[in-house]
């Protein structure tokens, strides 16, 4: 349902949303309350090329605006590239959008949404890099520690679109109201008025106490978003799923079998659990339930699983940089369990519902842990956590908060998960 504040009038939307998949996984609500507002509106999605997979089977959206950032970071550098570019700015304004939203929030995701010329132009007012120059309109966050998915639907309260009327396919209904916020839209001022949301409480990761804190999180931020509700489930087709099956076979496990998928890489070195635990993990799974391993990641995870799989005594098969980002999607739909640090992977087993242990250390859950899943978090209480560190040198605690995320306490959320 719309508001009457101009949102009926929106014909042509542009999402910029280029990276990263797990981001993209975020911002699919967004996409979807949109079309189910405005059934007759031309939505299109900017993202990068190597990530369009990902979408290349989501209903919500008309078109598919690949972004060469490979080719066009060489702008400046080679003639043939800073043509390209141009030429790409030239066609994102004859497209003719009347509204673009910048869910990315940094500078050339900025530059993008104001080379459309649209009329409206809306990104976060706390965007980084200076990207809120490119905006006309902007959104205020209330509260840092909200999660991802909770700050692109703010979005849609600023274009008047009642994400209360947006229902997930578990027909629950959104409620955007609960969280108490009063969103007041036009000019340059999308405010959320009302900035109550909660802090950022530290999880706990003895079994009782872990449980009791993550419940606790679950107040009036989850409200907003109806963690519960919101459908982030990645589209995939028939041919994806005959893929998976086809992997599956020909690395000797039965595809009808009950499996488990393992995830030994991460993109930060400091989010990684070590490779070789993964496979003393997929050790014992295989002696007490009887169930193999996968390894799944991109090609540049291909060393990691390799170490994982030698620990592994023969139960964990590294599939890693063997699917596409919707096989991925496919094979962890059909997985007994998800085991994994903050990844792509992780925020896939979260959107598609399945049961999953989430290792976190120098990031936050809140922010961007498992999406309606935040009991599947295992995290250490530590004052250094989380830290936002990338590199292990870095860290002046030796990594403690991955560290002494020992084999026994992961096993012990697997057999929770799996009984």
Known sequence: MMKDSGASAIQRILIVKPSSPGDIIHALPVARALRAALPDAHISWLVATNFANLLQCETSINEIIKFDRKRYGRFGRSLSASGAFLGFLNELRWRRFDTVLDLQGLFRSGLFTFATGAKRRVGFRNARELAGMFYNARVDVPDDEIHAVERNLLFLK???????????????QLSAEAGGLNSSVGGDDLREEDASMPRNHRLQTGATAQMAENHRLQTDATALAGQAGLDLRIRFDDDDQAAVASILQASGIDPAARFVVL???????????????????????FERFGLKSVLVGGAGDIARGDEAAQSSGGHAINLCGKTTLRQLAAMIDGAALVVTADSTPMHMAAA???????????TSPVRTGPFGHIDDVLRLDLECSPCYLRKLKQCPHQHRCMVDLTVDRVFAEVVARLQ
Not at 159 to 172: A, F
Not at 263 to 285: C, H, M, N
Not at 352 to 362: E, S
């Open 352 to 362: 598609h519902d399945m049961p999953l242990v989430a290792l976190f250390g120098p």
């Open 158 to 172: 600023a274009l008047g679109i009642e994400t209360n009327r947006v229902e997930s396919q578990s027909g629950k």
């Open 263 to 285: 995830v030994p890489a991460t993109r930060w070195e400091t989010k990684q659990w070590d490779a070789a635990r993964f496979g003393a993990l997929s050790a014992r799974i």
